[in-house]
């Protein structure tokens, strides 16, 4: 098969590989789309020493079941394998099991290629209508999903800052992590979102083709702070924005330190939440969502084939793409 293959920092190389071969039980799931995620772009930047080249990278995929009693079934793609044996799968905290390994990542190759193999339990079928456009983007849509349901229920019944009490929420960058967590807030019933995006380019799409409160700067106090970046400036602009005793859900994973005025959240009680992927019933409850409309359109994409993927990386790099998400398309052949 056809796949793109990240060899070192800045290099991809388009190539011929071995198909992969399932382990017992797991299926072989044709590409149809995948997603170019910030972890991706981390890791192709050298950035990422828990993915090193050489190494198929993508975990935000959709295809179609080939062989088997399941042949021809479309599905998403969660990318997290779990052990479900542990306290925290018991738990249905699986995103925290111990031995999670996630597609992209040592020892299992990621999708940015033209089969992948998965388990069965990581397979969500398509209803009818759905197409894999919209389906790749349950991984990254339901990151800000878990955010979200873990921040609405870190803030509990507490009285919101704006009008009547309503809860203010606001997500830091515009990339499809944080567009879905715009999303999501709207979804599990917060009215009031806004989304700061610095890149002017991308803040237009969001307002003119999302629908969404996009803004170069915003003025506080939000109840949560949704940090979809991770870098010294967002997590100051976090730290300074959220009200007292509001809740910062940290997603974004720009740069390991830095930002945060520990002060303040000490003495205003402000919460502190990193949260990493989503657990099962997150992504199936983002797939559901995606199914039956939540979500809006989720139109918000542009497709490259999986041949120009390297141009693609350098484009995002480069701040030159306005869709908040571009998607790659393996060779059908």
């Known amino acids: 098969m056809k796949a793109l293959v990240y060899t070192g920092p800045e290099t991809l190389d388009y190539r011929d590989v071995a198909d992969p071969s399932p382990r017992a039980g797991e299926e072989l799931i044709r590409v149809e789309r995948v997603g170019i995620c910030g972890s991706d772009m981390h890791a192709y930047l050298g950035h990422d020493n828990r993915r090193p080249a050489p190494l198929i990278l993508g975990h935000e995929a959709a295809g179609v079941i080939v062989g088997g009693t399941r042949d021809g079934e479309k599905v998403t793609i969660n990318p997290l394998v ?70 609405l229920g870190a803030l509990g019944d507490r009285i919101g800052s704006g009008p009547g009490g309503d809860l203010r929420a606001l997500v830091l960058g515009g990339g499809a992590i944080g567009l879905g967590a715009a999303l999501s807030l709207g979804a599990q019933g917060v009215a009031d979102v806004s989304l700061v995006e610095p890149n002017p380019l991308r803040r237009a799409y969001l307002v003119e083709t999302c629908g969404v409160r996009a803004l170069e700067r915003a003025e506080g106090p939000f109840d949560l702070v949704i940090d979809g970046v991770g870098y010294e400036a967002t997590r100051a602009a976090a730290s300074a924005l959220v009200r007292p005793g509001g809740v910062i859900m940290h997603i ?64 995002i790099r480069a701040g030159a793409t306005a869709a908040p998400k571009i998607l790659l398309v393996p060779d059908a052949g």
Do not use: K
């Open 82 to 151: 779990t052990c479900g044996q542990c306290p925290a799968c018991r738990a249905g905290r699986d995103n925290l099991c111990p031995t999670r390994q996630i597609i992209s990542m040592p020892p299992r190759e990621g999708a940015f290629a033209g089969l992948v193999a998965m388990p069965p339990a990581n397979l969500v079928t398509l209803p009818e209508g759905v197409t894999a456009a919209r389906a790749a983007l349950a991984e990254p849509v339901a990151c800000g999903w878990h955010a979200v349901r873990l921040g």
């Open 252 to 315: 974004g994973l720009g740069a390991d330190t830095g930002g945060l005025d520990v002060r303040r959240m000490t003495l205003q009680e402000i919460t502190f939440i990193g949260t990493y992927t989503y657990t099962a019933q997150d992504f199936r409850d983002t797939a559901a969502a995606i199914f039956d409309g939540r979500l809006g359109a989720l139109d918000w994409t542009e497709e490259r084939p999986l041949a120009e993927g390297a141009r693609a990386f350098r484009d």
